[in-house]
């Protein structure tokens, strides 16, 4: 078993730092941020994932896991120390590598001891190669250093369980002693190891994302086709998912992704091609379908509507996804400025992150004309409503009858961007219904 420690208590980082000691590894895992170390050592999570908060505290209780600011101390004794610290994108769409230099240079100065550097981070390809020499460039003790890749590809909502059960293990390496020491490090999970250089590594994690991206973009951009030609978009998705060479899961058409990946990882790419002197068309085109695709259903009712000045607007779910407390790049993020510029009053229902979203748009009256009002369940949001938009597919927003907007709502104009109910339901209940890629 080895002494490991985790940089960023993030979703990837604390994830993989508590798996990692589930597995019998002894962990540290290492941030900068007090009050984050403060809660985990009380066995609360920072972050929203299922099962989490019960394998830290036992973890810890067992004496294999511990949280701590103090790196000096976390990196000196470690074997290796994973880097799962934030790469986000830049306005130029290339991923910003300080966080990673800082941990870089935190490590390069205060390792005492042999150690495996492990980029779980999602990094352009290349980076690992110059982590390494500026990680030697500044080394204070005559040790050695080598620097792996191994990028995360885990699911927010389902994090512990993709990192316990993960399709695969990629890891990047240049020398058989990392690719060693990480087989080593990874054998207790008994899951498939691809193991590759490290470049192909850092490519692998992009590909795969950009991959899903575009099916996404692929399948809106078939949903905004059927809705112009008559035909319905989930019984043609239905339709391809029988057949293997496509499968059946990215199939759903919506109001476009969102969450830390996708959006990030698709512009980097794009960037890293432009950088290179290639066009990346394709990739491209799924960054622009999605742009367009969150705004869908607001360009829809503005069309539908004079104003929302002074209209009453239920909106169900702020989270990127269902089963995560992340907002970020979340379609609700887009639409609810747009709607509080034009001097809407929004009443918004979300299970789990409506605490983040405050802290964006506090409760009361918007810079704008509008306002916004925060809820307890979904019947308080419809309460007199003039309309309702669907942002999250959540369980309790998919529990909501149809009846039930018809009865609640003042008027019920329902715009759902996760096309959660059969049109003809809807219909039948006497709801009028916009969703995407249907009739
Ligand atoms: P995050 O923003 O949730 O967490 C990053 C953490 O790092 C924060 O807690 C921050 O305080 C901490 N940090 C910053 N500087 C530090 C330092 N010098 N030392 C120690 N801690 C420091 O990030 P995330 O969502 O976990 O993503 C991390 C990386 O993993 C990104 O590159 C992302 O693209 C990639 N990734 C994310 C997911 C996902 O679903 N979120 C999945 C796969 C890969």
């Known amino acids: ?14 994830v993989a730092g508590v798996c990692f000691a589930e597995v019998g590894h002894q962990v540290i895992c290492v941030d900068i941020d007090d009050h984050k170390v ?34 000096v101390s976390a990196y000196k004794a470690a074997d290796a120390i994973f880097i799962g610290v934030g790469t986000p994108e ?18 390069a100065e205060n390792i005492e001891k042999d150690c495996l550097v492990v980029v779980k981070s999602t990094v352009p390809v290349g980076t690992n190669d110059k982590v390494e020499q500026f990680i030697n ?74 991959f899903l991206a575009l099916k996404i973009s692929y399948m809106n951009d078939i949903a905004n086709l059927c809705e112009l030609v008559g035909a319905d978009i989930q019984d043609v998705a239905k339709g391809m998912s029988f057949d293997d060479r496509i499968g059946s899961k990215f199939l759903n058409a919506g109001i476009g992704y969102g969450g830390s990946c996708f959006p990030k990882d698709t512009k980097a790419l794009e ?43 239920a909106v ?11 907002l970020r790049e979340a379609p609700s993020l887009e639409n609810i400025p747009l709607l ?5 009053d929004i009443y918004a229902y979300d299970p ?23 809820v307890n369940g979904p019947e308080e949001a419809l309460n007199g409503a003039n309309v309702c938009f669907i942002f999250t597919e959540w369980g309790e927003i998919k529990a909501v009858k149809p009846a039930e907007y018809k009865a609640k709502m003042r008027t019920p104009l329902v715009y759902d961007g996760r096309n959660l109910y059969e049109v003809s339901t809807m219909k039948e209940a006497g709801v009028e219904y916009y969703s995407v890629g249907r009739k």
Do not use: C
């Not at 078993?1 to 604390?14: E, H, S």
């Not at 929203?48 to 973890?59: Q, S, T, V």
């Not at 509080?340 to 809407?344: D, K, R």
């Not at 605490?355 to 748009?361: G, L, Q, S, V």
């Open 1 to 14: 078993m080895f002494k490991i420690a985790v940089a960023g208590t993030g979703y990837v980082g604390l």
């Open 38 to 71: 403060k809660m985990m050592k009380q066995g609360i999570s920072p972050i929203f994932e299922a099962g989490l908060e019960e394998l830290m505290r036992k973890n810890y209780k067992a004496g294999r896991l511990d949280y701590t600011t103090d790196y």
């Open 90 to 107: 830049q306005p130029d769409g290339s991923a910003n590598l300080s966080y990673i230099a800082t941990v870089a240079r935190q490590i």
């Open 137 to 210: 460039d500044f080394l204070v003790n005559d040790v050695k250093v080598e620097v792996a890749s191994n990028p995360e590809f885990l699911a927010q909502g389902t994090a512990v369980y993709d990192t316990l059960h993960a399709k695969r293990i990629i890891i990047g390496t240049e020398s058989k002693w990392a690719e060693n020491m990480l087989m080593q490090i990874y054998e207790p999970f008994k899951l498939p190891i691809v193991s590759v250089n490290r470049r192909s590594a850092e490519m692998i994690k992009y590909a795969s994302n950009d």
């Open 271 to 313: 960037y890293l091609a432009r950088q290179n002197g290639y066009e990346f068309r394709t990739v491209k085109a799924a960054i622009e379908v999605n742009a367009d695709q969150k705004t869908l259903l607001f360009k829809k009712a503005s069309r539908r509507l004079i104003t929302f000045h002074g209209l009453k607007v």
């Open 316 to 326: 169900l779910g702020l989270t990127f996804k269902p089963g995560t407390d992340d």
């Open 340 to 344: 509080l510029e034009q001097g809407a």
């Open 352 to 374: 789990v992150g409506m605490d983040n979203f405050k802290r964006k748009y506090p409760e009361g009256a918007a810079n704008g004309s509008g306002s916004i009002t925060y």
